[in-house]
């Protein structure tokens, strides 16, 4: 069996994002991060693998940035990485990503489960997961908390779902997409031996002419940033006894008119 | 061409950032309780080994991670950032007990002992320090041991020593002829559960790094056999001196480490506490704390970065593991100092971490050779240099 997992290197979430002079949406010199919802997905893919003795693959589309986050799953232990890049794919939008990801997963051709993290923590979305099943023409179980079962050689697997009105039980047939929740796993940290390899590995890069690609029209786009509006915060102790501090605490809630 | 190169290899970078993931989230959060409780993290500490922290220069067929010198330093530096006990018995298991089985043990000692100090289960000791016998070694190290029949009878008693209540070995330095001077020691490797006749004593009361247990041992006529020799018999001595000069590098890492954590919670206390209107960081009495921490814990970086690459290069690095050790452990001292003097009286408080690693830096001038014994070295290397 055949696992691939896709990842992107993601500011560190403790990054300070704002929008420069420029209009342009900075994160200073903030080191990157594997975009912490891989961490589950990478997880996943390595424990398929192993305990199902097939192989897991890891994609990452973008620039050389994304190195980081594809080495970072090598030192965890995925088995090998590609990254896939095009100058033609600046700009573009998640549709073009997902065109891009079914191509590479059909390129490796003998894939049984592409798994994504729930979303991605940069850009906040998590569409390319939805858009990268249909292109592949394959279901698409977003939100797994857990893979109660999986039959590599019947080809199904039955997952529960997280969603906001309960938990759902689902089977479906592979080849599937599935995206993770934090519950399905707890992640390793990288080994001294993983990393001893991964440092030395060369990561292939895939153009679109390898993958033999057209990119859709690009339908969607992003007229400005805008920095979020300043909160003013002020801080008030309220004094006295609990009684007093309470009477004190609804008096300015009212005031606020927040009662 | 040879050229000078201050970067870090890429797998010492991605070692680095693995460290740093693995202390913030399972050693830096539990600093404060292990100081307060006196006991170890044991659930991060099982998780080690894979980081290769618990065999960090052990070849891999032992479960070590058979690291370069530089990639040590980072992982002790690492650990000392986020806790200062932990940092201080890894380093007490990896570069004193470790460090000489890899260095001097028989196939049958490293297979022994190798791959249980490796597990994440247990941690090694070195017991060479003596109730009377700190700096001056050689003149006034009492413990003995005799050889009878098919073994060693050990008798003496060693003190403030690291570990030895999670060691399963604890190798102890002993006199076996008495009329050999420094000729006259060697290394025995002591099984706590399988002899009679040692006791370990309980934890010493401390100012810092109580986290780390530091123990008394008494030895009663303490039997073990014969092959529990580490190395050649009355090689004991240099053995030590070697040992710890490695250790020197070690300590002056983890030395680096308590300073870079004293100074980012300095620096973002300064940048949060107002007075005068505006943040301590815009005023220039702070700014000048804070440019000389930045200053010194780069330098001090630099100097073990620099001893550990000379090691790594088999040339001489005794001074130089000295020099390194003596400033990176002045310079914790005096970071933390200041971090706390940023921190006003909230500095003083034990809700802040500058005030247990205030404590935990004292340390470091004193263990694996005072401030004045590594001036000591340095000046009689240098007044060589001059002969």
New interface residues.
């Given amino acids: 069996m055949h696992v691939v997992v896709f990842t992107r290197s993601t500011p560190d979430t403790a990054a300070k994002v704002e929008v420069d002079a420029n209009g342009q949406v900075t994160w200073g010199d903030a080191a990157t991060v594997v975009n912490p919802w891989d961490e589950y997905s990478l997880e996943e893919a390595i424990l398929q693998a192993q305990n199902n003795g097939g192989k897991s693959t890891v994609i990452a589309i973008g620039t050389e940035m994304h190195n980081d986050a594809l080495k970072h799953s090598l030192a965890m232990g995925l088995d090998a990485a590609i990254r896939v890049w095009d100058d033609a794919l600046e700009g573009t939008d998640s549709l073009a990503w997902a065109t891009v990801a079914a191509a590479a997963v059909n390129k490796l051709g003998d894939v049984d489960l592409v798994i994504f993290g729930k979303e991605s923590v940069d850009v906040g979305t998590d569409q390319h997961n939805y858009q990268t099943a249909r292109k592949l023409g394959w279901p698409m179980l977003s939100y797994v908390a857990q893979i109660l079962e999986v039959d590599y050689d019947a080809k199904t697997i039955k997952v529960e779902r997280m969603l906001e009105q309960g938990r759902q039980i689902v089977t479906s047939k592979l080849p599937a997409v599935i995206s993770v929740m934090k519950d399905i796993n707890e992640p390793r940290y990288p080994s001294f031996i993983g990393i001893r390899k991964a440092s030395k590995a060369e990561i292939p890069v895939w153009s679109l002419a390898d993958l033999g690609v057209d990119l859709p029209a690009t339908h969607t786009s992003t007229p400005t940033f805008k920095n979020l509006p300043k909160v003013d915060i002020q801080v008030e102790i309220m004094q006295g006894d609990i009684d007093e501090q309470v009477a004190t605490l609804v008096d300015r809630l009212l005031e606020e008119k927040v009662l | 061409m040879d050229t000078m190169d201050f970067e870090l ?3 010492q970078r ?2 680095q ?2 460290l740093r ?2 202390c913030e989230a399972e050693l830096k959060p539990y600093a404060a309780e292990v100081d307060e409780s006196g006991e170890l993290r044991w659930e991060a500490i099982n ?1 080690m080994p ?3 922290l618990t065999g960090l220069q052990v070849p ?1 067929e032992y479960g070590g ?1 058979d ?1 370069d010198t530089i990639s040590l330093a980072i992982a002790m530096e690492e650990l000392g950032r986020a806790c200062g006990s932990t940092a201080l018995s890894l380093a007490a298991h990896n570069g004193l007990c470790c460090g000489p089985i890899v260095r001097w043990g028989t196939d049958a000692q490293k297979e022994r002992y190798l791959p249980q100090l490796t597990s994440g289960k247990v941690l090694g000791s070195l017991a060479l320090t003596e109730p009377g016998a700190g700096s001056d070694l050689a003149n006034s190290v009492q413990t003995s041991a005799v050889k009878e029949g098919d073994s060693w009878i050990i008798d003496g008693a060693k003190a403030w020593i690291t570990n030895p209540k999670y060691a399963p070995v604890i190798i102890t330095l002993v006199r076996t002829d008495k009329q050999a001077g420094t000729k006259g020691f060697s290394m025995l490797l002591v099984e706590p559960e399988h002899v009679e006749g040692l006791e370990i004593h309980h934890p010493e009361k401390k100012m810092g790094l109580k986290g780390s247990p530091t123990q008394m041992l008494s030895y009663d006529e303490v039997r073990v056999p014969l092959d529990a020799l580490l190395g050649e018999e009355g090689q004991g001595f240099y053995q030590t001196m070697q040992t710890l000069d490695g250790g020197r590098i070690s300590i002056g890492a983890l030395s680096v480490g308590l300073a870079q954590a004293a100074f980012e919670a300095g620096v973002q206390y300064a940048k949060q506490r107002r007075t005068f209107g505006k943040p301590i960081a815009d005023h220039q009495a702070i700014q000048w704390m804070i440019a000389d921490a930045a200053t010194e814990i780069d330098a001090a970086r630099l100097m073990v970065y620099r001893a550990a690459w000379l090691r790594d290069h088999e040339k001489p690095f005794s001074k130089q593991a000295a020099m390194a050790k003596l400033m990176a452990s002045e310079v914790a001292e005096r970071v933390a100092r200041n971090a706390i003097q940023i921190h006003g009286g909230y500095g003083y408080s034990r809700e802040f971490p500058v005030e247990r690693i205030y404590r935990d830096t004292r340390l470091m001038t004193i263990g694996e050779g005072t401030s004045e014994i590594l001036r000591l070295v340095i000046a009689r290397r240098t007044l060589e240099a001059f002969d």
């Fill in positions: 290899t890429e797998e991605m070692y950032r693995a993931d693995f998780k894979q980081l290769g891999e991670a690291l």
